[in-house]
């Protein structure tokens, strides 16, 4: 794009379609791509070459860098990211840069960015995109954007719950702009939830009860490849990373106990079962529930991270054996009330009471 189109000069979009907000400030496509470019020249594109040296494995100059294409891929709520195409030696590296233009993104961007990074040590098996720089620049009329450089993933697409269809089920579309949008099969969209389950119980801590949060399938936060008949998903971004709930015991020194540990992880399932489903109309319609099937898709998303868990030693038997009892002895009344209550935050910290105790579980205390 040149300053000779007229979509330089217009507006970016900064509040999401239909929410009947008004734009924040007025920011046009020229001063972003204007900002973009500029986070490459402000060293001489020492940094990207560096980077490019880390994807390549090989030493990377600035000179070697024949050229960088940016793509504006969408607008979110918090950043505006680009596709960055950078040709070296005759191949193109695809990376990410995430541009915060509004208040809201510029005050998130940074504990995203450390996020990223704290989770892609701390995890041996990664869903999440390497992080490589971050840095805050000008556009030409001195407005300041806040963007980071990331990995870009070749070949995933956004996804979301489309129109619903005769039958009464609402079908998974694919947002594949290259080869055409397409609806999963119901076998596929049992694989995606069930992947996406076992993703976010891959970062759930099971003694810190740190989880990632908040996210949302109406934002495009999971991405999906298929190849073939097979998907593979990835989650590409971590707005917060925290504690499940506070209670007045976080100031008391020492390890959790099997109880708290069990009782922590069932509140977990519950908010991600009901998380799991919500999605917006084609991204950004009226909110709806998918279909009832996503729960079991998500449950056994859940054994399988949390069989990949290493073992606790204070549990008497792997994590998912573990919890597969704790969730048995709850009955259905325990369970309605705990997940009505999660949608009430106040009532976060009195959900414990509403727990099996350990005394009826059957396990050495």
Known sequence: MSSTSALWWE??????PNSGQPEPIVVPYGQYF???????????????????????EQTVLP?????????????????????IEADV???????????????????????????????NVEFAESFLPQVYTLSQVASGARRKFSMFLGEWFPDYHEFHVTRQTPNNSHPVCVWDDRKGHY???????????????????????????EQISPWHHAAGDFIVKRDRHQLDLKLITVRGYAPLFHTPNDQVAGEP????????????????SIRMRLDRIDGIGEMVWSDASVVRSTLQGVWDGLAQKPAEPILPDTVDICFKYYLSICSPQDLFELAESISQPRTMAMLLTLIPSEMDLGLPM
């Open 257 to 272: 106990n099997t109880e708290q540990i069990l009782q922590a992880l069932l509140i977990f399932f519950l908010k991600l």
């Open 89 to 119: 030696g005759g191949r193109t590296i695809p990376l990410v840069l995430n541009v915060a233009v509004s208040d809201s993104g510029k005050q998130h961007i940074n504990a995203e960015f450390n996020t990223l990074k704290r989770l």
């Open 183 to 209: 609806c999963l099969s119901g076998r596929q969209t049992a694989q995606l939830y069930r992947q996406a389950a076992r993703i976010m119980t891959a970062y759930y801590n099971l003694t810190t009860f």
């Open 34 to 56: 204007e900002a973009a470019r500029s986070f490459f020249e402000q060293d001489g594109c020492a940094t990207l070459s560096a980077v490019l040296a880390r994807r390549l």
């Open 11 to 16: 507006a970016l979009p900064l509040a999401r």
């Open 63 to 83: 000179g070697d860098i024949r050229e960088i294409r940016i793509h504006l891929e969408k607008h979110g709520e918090f950043y505006h990211p680009a596709r």
